[in-house]
């Protein structure tokens, strides 16, 4: 099922290790930099039970994150998952350690009624840059949520989702694709953030894209690697992918890595 919302969104799929203590605090730091408007003031638990968000002790969103109570109770997997909501942000952290072949994943989700003045925008932005620098997604988009193409199911083993209005490529595409031929990728601006590269394609994410902007960049970097426009991954069985590594988010790396099927973020 595929849905929308009045909301600009980010999303970073990673194979880092989620599981480390202090590279969840290291998340939190760069969340709490960027003001009271893109801060969460609650945190979920569970449906049910809610906590406080404090900037200045983050210590109950880390012990959430880490999860460390009930993994105890599981001999060959771990997994963690956070959500976090204030007046205008949503975000979502999931990650996991078993022996399937899945991402890691942050996802920021923000009101279009944030983005009122310019200056909003380019705060949201270097937040954005600064998670995907820190995280080191394998891929990565900055989307206008309100377009139904960007809420369709990702399968990252099989193709690369319809083009949004900010693709984030890491080392696995960079490899794939070859870095020189990205930096030149037809399209309005190309930035390197971290280890990744960006592409921003085009100049105002409030406008719907063009297709004759998304054909052109799928025929330069190789159509096999994305999904058609208007079709939904499901309908394939092959693609143009990169070699992960997933050696990071195993929980046994000498048992063989089990492979998945489609969800809508991890995957």
């Not at 909301?7 to 590279?23: A, M, T, V």
């Not at 009930?70 to 205008?88: H, L, P, R, S, T």
């Amino acid at each position: 099922m595929t849905y929308t919302s009045k909301s600009i969104g980010l999303r970073l799929n990673s194979l880092k290790n989620f599981g480390d203590l202090e590279f969840s605090k290291r998340v939190f730091e760069v969340i709490n930099k960027y003001g009271v408007n893109l801060l969460p003031n609650l945190i979920y638990e569970d449906s049910s039970h809610k906590l406080h968000y404090n900037p200045k002790d983050v210590s109950n969103a880390i012990e959430l994150w880490m999860n460390e109570k009930k993994n105890m109770q599981f001999n060959n997997y771990a997994e963690g998952n956070i959500v976090m909501e204030g007046k205008y942000v949503n975000y979502l952290i999931n990650w996991r350690k078993s022996n399937r072949a899945v991402f890691n994943f942050l996802t920021l989700s923000v009101d279009m009624e944030y983005f009122k003045a310019q200056e909003e925008f380019s705060n949201f932005i270097c937040l954005c840059k600064e998670l995907t620098t820190l995280i080191e997604p394998v891929f990565g988009e900055i989307v206008n949520e309100s377009f139904l193409e960007h809420n369709m199911p990702i399968n990252l083993k099989c193709r690369l989702p319809e083009i949004g209005w900010m693709v984030i490529f890491g080392e696995p595409y960079i490899k794939m694709f070859a870095k020189e031929k990205l930096l030149k990728t037809p399209c309005c601006k190309v930035e390197s953030v971290g280890n990744s590269i960006t592409l921003q394609i085009s100049k105002n994410i409030f406008d719907p894209i063009p297709s004759t902007d998304r054909d052109l960049i799928k025929q330069y970097l190789g159509a096999d690697a994305f999904v058609e426009s208007g079709k939904p991954v499901r309908a394939y069985k092959t693609g143009m992918t990169p070699d992960f590594d997933f050696s990071e988010v195993l929980f046994d790396k000498c048992k063989p890595i089990k492979e998945y099927g489609i969800r809508k973020m991890a995957e």
